[in-house]
């Protein structure tokens, strides 16, 4: 069954401000969880990703947060612009033998008021 | 210069029929995968292949049967359709798990509509 979930399944912010897109899960045997973004009529592309021995990793305007003691995973998105106007899926990935086993959660929808 | 390639982007066909969505990646890769995404946006793995062979066959009614001719192609065939297979369908493809995190290289999807 589903193991991955957001709390949120919109969000709407004010261009300039800074995104926080939650995500809980509940599969502590996860290698790494990653974030997605899917803008609208394409597939999901990764953005960033946290091993599961971490709590925090930057990238350029995003930074993932690890919670593992509330097993929670949060997208942090600095100077929210129209071009992050997506759906973001969070993923817990369990890698076997000859495959990768992402499961996703539910998404959440950012839109970006201008 | 597509990564990750499939056709058709969008399908309209009867229930009953059968149809047939192509996927092709250029990356190198070993392993292939198709995802279903339901109307709620919901992505759930059906299959994935590494160099030819079936890895992962998750409970998806055997009226789908995917097809690996080489590691560079992982067609998806439908038998028989029906309403409830209406969604988008989206390939990907990742190298071999190694020390990576585990990124996929998805498509831009085939929506099917059943009719």
């Known amino acids: 069954g589903e193991s991955v979930g957001l709390h949120l399944p919109t969000l709407s912010v004010q261009e300039g401000d800074n995104s926080i897109i939650n995500c809980a899960y509940s599969n502590s045997a996860s290698d790494y969880f990653i974030w997605y973004k899917q803008e609208s009529g394409k597939g999901p592309q990764f953005i960033i990703d946290?091993?599961?021995?971490?709590d925090k990793r930057q990238g350029q305007r995003v930074t993932v947060l690890l919670n593992k003691t509330v097993k929670h995973l949060s997208l942090q998105i600095a100077a929210t612009q129209p071009g992050d106007s997506a759906v973001y899926f969070c993923?817990?990935?369990?890698?076997?033998?000859?495959?990768?086993?992402?499961?996703f959660g539910k998404g959440t929808k950012l839109s970006v008021i201008p | 210069d597509t990564a990750v390639s499939q056709t058709p982007k969008y399908l309209v066909t009867q229930m009953g029929n059968d149809k047939s969505i192509k996927c092709e990646q250029n990356?190198?890769?070993?392993?292939m995968y198709w995802y279903k995404q339901d109307s709620k946006k919901f992505l759930k793995i059906m299959f994935s292949?590494?160099?030819?062979?079936?890895?992962i066959n998750e409970t998806v009614p055997n009226r789908f049967s995917p097809k690996s001719p080489d590691k560079a192609h992982l067609n998806l065939h439908i038998n028989s359709l029906e309403l409830g297979d209406s969604a988008v369908y989206f390939c990907?493809?990742?190298?071999?798990?190694?020390?990576?995190?585990?990124?996929?290289?998805f498509g831009e999807g085939s929506r099917l509509t059943v009719l």
């Open positions: 292949y590494n160099n030819k062979e079936l890895i």
């Open positions: 990356l190198g890769h070993d392993t």
């Open positions: 990907a493809s990742s190298p071999t798990p190694g020390s990576s995190s585990g990124e996929l290289f």
């Open positions: 993923a817990e990935n369990r890698s076997g033998a000859g495959s990768y086993q992402l499961t």
């Open positions: 946290i091993r599961s021995n971490m």
